[in-house]
């Protein structure tokens, strides 16, 4: 007969009891992405700013901005927020102002006139940037903080590019435009105005001048309509309409214009023409749906009073006797695979006629390659680049709209870092250096990142109330046409607050120590470098992880 099994006594702990070897994974503690860092064209690192922002501590948000982003004022009013559209929250309830809440701590940076982080070295090494745009000034600054002497040179009379010929005051104030600008002109960037190399010798000069070279020039050739006579007194191109309405002169056309477009340049030509003074009809070939312009821009357009004829094509013009007849038909539009590529079918007996004064196209633009360094290669309408921005020519890279068809002034921001961080190497691994440390988010998790997205199921929803997302003010259509100010308005502190708080925090460890409280085993200790799971008692019941709050755990299965 066997003698029983005398029990395991014990006056003080169960740390004898280990209980380890009963699992068959492991829980660790992560640094992922989340899903709106991911859809970020600046890869901005959202949870973490927003965590600053929640604490009120707009100073160290705006900071954390900053690494990615020179421009939190303006990508918070202008930006076409993919992020919002990506935020896990909005299959919870609604996705977080994310953008409403970077224009705040954008706002508040201005205000406070806080200033960007010098370089806390000095290199010798020369880089030329050529144009003045987000792309540009975007390179410009990230190569200052790390020490590059930088000459940007800008063909027009002042820096900003797209900002600000290209976008109305009403959508971005030029006092937040030059505030940002001037913070990275205060680096230390030479700048070089009313100067444009338009010639073999001159591109062969600023080459050999520096060390290496970023075109960012931006899509300059107007895309023209070939049923339509721009010779012609009432035909105008949309980009130089704009520009002019946006230096306080635009160009008499008549009282009745028909804006051809539906992208964002289209809708702020439509919605210039009415502070204006005049009748605007916008013709699009997309519905209302497929519009490319954002959807509160063609909600705040037809606020204003801009008549949308959606679906349809402009087939001709004429003049008679009161103006002019537009022969218009309706069209089934397909979208295509890549941005710009479409089929639009005429459906049949949908012919009509719009009547007008004047029309302006804004159907798009395209970079001017002639005019760029001859031995960049093309890829169609663009110069060609990699993956880290690079040209095929030797110390040349590129960015923005002459690079890409994205088209967005995150976009373009985004490509500038990129192509800075890529000059960066290249010239660091000329004297075998090796390259820049590039700033990630500080966290109080140890473990590795990983690289899958956090998806909703990972966030334990119950820890997060239901909560509506907070209104997006707005300035009344009547004031917007008559002062001409930001339509847009910020949130106040205290709003923004709340909405902080909606945030997931997804994939980043918030220190809440739900871990701790919740393990069965006592298995979770919490000291100064963060968490640790203590594999000698962890059964792997896998409760830590489903409680996460900010789904920043996850279990690694054990070979034993």
């Not at 023409?273 to 959807?295: D, I, K, N, Y």
């Not at 690079?403 to 921001?413: E, F, K, P």
């Not at 979770?524 to 000698?536: E, K, P």
């Amino acid at each position: 007969m066997n003698a029983p099994v005398p029990p395991t006594w014990t006056t003080t702990t169960t740390e004898s009891i280990r209980t380890g070897s009963w699992r068959a994974a492991l829980p660790r503690h992560l640094q992922a992405p989340s899903p709106c860092q991911e859809a970020c064209p600046v890869n901005g690192d959202i949870a973490t700013w927003l965590g600053h922002a929640r604490e009120r501590d707009f100073r160290r948000a705006w900071e954390a901005l900053v690494r990615h982003n020179p421009f939190p004022a303006v990508a918070g009013r202008v930006c076409h927020h993919p992020c919002e559209r990506a935020c896990n929250r909005a299959g919870y309830d609604e996705a977080v102002s994310i953008c409403r809440l970077e224009r705040l701590v954008g706002d508040e940076a201005i205000e406070q006139r806080w200033t960007l982080p010098a370089a806390q070295v000095e290199r010798g090494e020369r880089v030329a940037i050529v144009g003045g745009g987000p792309a540009g000034l975007s390179a410009a600054y990230q190569l200052r903080r790390l020490g590059y002497r930088v000459t940007l040179v800008e063909a027009q009379a002042a820096l900003g590019g797209l900002m600000r010929h290209g976008i109305p005051s009403y959508r971005l104030s030029r006092a937040v435009l030059d505030a940002e600008i001037e913070r990275i002109v205060a680096l230390g960037v030479e700048v070089r105005l009313r100067e444009k190399p338009a010639t073999p010798g001159a591109w062969a000069a600023l080459r050999a001048a520096h060390d290496a070279v970023l075109i960012a020039t931006g899509a300059q050739a107007n895309r023209r309509l070939p049923v339509l006579d721009y010779a012609k007194p009432w035909v105008a191109d949309g980009a130089a309409w704009l520009a002019a309405a946006n230096a306080g002169s635009p160009p008499a056309l008549g009282r009745r214009i028909v804006v051809v477009g539906g992208g964002s340049a289209a809708l702020d030509v439509a919605r210039s023409a009415r502070r204006a003074g005049h009748a605007v009809t916008l013709l699009a070939l997309e519905s209302r749906a497929q519009l490319p312009a954002q959807r509160e821009e063609v909600e705040e357009a037809l606020e204003e009073g801009v008549a949308l004829v959606e679906g349809s094509m402009l087939l001709g013009a004429r003049e008679d006797g009161d103006g002019l007849r537009l022969d218009c038909a309706r069209v089934r539009f397909v979208p295509g695979a890549q941005r710009g590529l479409f089929t639009a079918t005429r459906i049949e007996g949908g012919d009509f006629e719009l009547r007008a004064d004047a029309i302006v196209t804004s159907i798009g633009q395209d970079a001017d390659l002639a005019a760029l360094a001859p031995d960049c290669p093309a890829d169609g309408p663009l110069l060609a680049v990699d993956r880290s921005q690079a040209t095929g020519a030797a110390g040349v890279w590129a960015g923005g709209d002459v690079a890409s068809m994205a088209r967005y002034v995150t976009d373009a921001i985004g490509q500038g870092n990129r192509a800075a961080f890529a000059i960066d190497r290249a010239l660091r691994a000329r004297l075998g250096e090796p390259p820049a440390q590039r700033d990630w988010r500080p966290g109080p998790a140890a473990a590795a990142p990983r690289d899958a997205v956090v998806p909703l199921p990972a966030i334990a929803t119950h820890w997060h109330p239901r909560r509506a997302r907070a209104p997006s003010p707005r300035l009344d259509a009547a004031a917007r046409l008559s002062t001409g100010d930001e339509v847009q308005l910020p949130l106040d502190v205290a709003a923004a607050l709340v909405e902080a708080t909606r945030c997931f925090s997804c994939g980043t460890c918030i220190s809440c120590d739900t871990c701790v409280a919740v393990c069965p085993d006592l298995a979770v200790r919490s000291d100064a470098d963060g968490y640790r799971v203590l594999g000698d008692y962890c059964k792997g019941c896998g409760l830590c992880v489903k409680e996460c709050p900010t789904g920043s755990m996850d279990m690694v299965e054990e070979a034993r």
